[in-house]
C-alpha cells in the first residue's frame, strides 16, 4: 500500500469516528439537558385537596397529603405564647391560635398557607399506591408552606425551625391558604 492510499485510509475512518462521536456527544447533551428541564418541577405547590386532584393528582394521594401536610404543621410549626410575639417574626395577620391537646394549653403559629407535594406522585393511584411508594421512600413526606413577613412563600426545617424561601423548581398550583382570615384564603385549619 503506498503512503497516499495510507493516509486517505485514515482519514476517512477518522472522520468516520469523529461523526460517530460528535452524534453521540450531541444526544447525549440533549438527554441531560432534557432530564434537567424547568418544564419538569420537582415539587407541585398546592394550598387544596382540590387543587391537588384538579393538577392530576390521584383524590387519595391529595387527600393524604393535605393529612400528613397537617400533621407535620401541628408538629413542627413554631409556636409562641401569644398573638403579638407571632405577628412580630410573621406579619400582622398571620398567626392563628391552637391548642396543645396534651397541656390543656394554647399557643399562636403562623398559617399553614399551602403544601408541596413531589411530582413522583403523580403517577400513584390510590391509597396501596401511595403507602407503597411511602414505604419504598420513608424519609419522604410534603413540605408545609407558609406566607413569610415579607408576603413570599417559605418552609420551615422541622429539625433547625430555620425558614427558607421556596425553592425555585416549584410549580404553583394556586394561590390561598389553609386558614387564614383574608376573603382571598380558604376555610381549612382555623
Not at 96 to 107: E, G, I, L, N, W
Not at 117 to 146: E, H
Not at 158 to 163: A, G
Request: hydrophobic share 30%.
Amino acid at each position: 500500500m503506498t503512503a497516499i492510499a495510507s493516509a486517505k485510509k485514515r482519514r476517512r475512518f477518522a472522520s468516520g469516528t469523529r461523526k460517530t462521536l460528535a452524534l453521540g456527544g450531541i444526544a447525549a447533551a440533549g438527554l441531560a439537558v432534557s432530564g434537567c428541564s424547568d418544564d419538569v418541577p420537582a415539587e407541585y405547590q398546592f394550598s387544596s385537596v382540590q387543587q391537588c386532584t384538579t393538577a392530576g393528582f390521584d383524590q387519595a394521594v391529595c387527600e393524604e397529603e393535605f393529612k400528613q401536610a397537617q400533621a407535620l404543621h401541628t408538629e413542627n410549626a413554631p409556636k409562641f405564647d401569644n398573638e403579638a410575639a407571632c405577628e412580630e417574626q410573621w406579619g400582622e395577620n398571620q398567626c392563628r391560635p391552637a391548642y396543645y391537646q396534651s397541656q390543656r394549653s394554647s399557643y399562636f403559629s403562623p398559617f399553614l398557607t399551602g403544601y408541596l407535594v413531589s411530582s413522583a406522585l403523580r403517577d400513584v393511584r390510590g391509597y396501596n399506591g401511595y403507602y407503597d411508594y411511602r414505604a419504598r421512600n420513608p424519609g419522604y413526606a410534603p413540605t408545609t408552606l407558609y406566607k413569610g413577613r415579607t408576603g413570599g412563600d417559605v418552609t420551615i426545617s422541622p429539625r433547625s425551625k430555620t425558614v427558607t424561601p421556596v425553592n425555585v423548581n416549584t410549580r404553583t398550583a394556586a394561590r390561598g391558604g389553609f386558614g387564614g382570615r383574608s376573603s382571598g384564603r380558604s376555610s381549612f385549619g382555623g
